[in-house]
């Protein structure tokens, strides 16, 4: 099939192979550089929350007894 493929497009097959690997390696990289920017993202979200001043409840405001507790 690559060979025929090749042939077709005037390459000889060992060129053929080399343009597929580089195609298939743009795309790969292309995923690198877009999870990377993701994770860039995702750090300077978190970043950006560090300073705020969330409420934190009490492991006996957030227990079963205490949720569920007028319930009998």
């Not at 080399?18 to 690198?32: C, R, W």
């Not at 860039?40 to 929350?49: D, G, L, M, N, Q």
């Amino acid at each position: 099939m690559l060979k025929t493929r090749a042939q077709k497009h005037g390459n000889y097959l060992q060129a053929e192979i080399k343009a597929i690997l580089q195609q298939i390696t743009k795309a790969e990289n292309k995923k690198i550089r877009l999870s990377e920017k993701r994770i860039a993202a995702f750090k300077e979200w978190i970043e950006s929350h560090k300073n705020i001043n969330f409420l934190t409840l009490s492991d006996e405001a957030i227990s079963r007894e205490s949720i569920y507790d007028d319930r009998g």
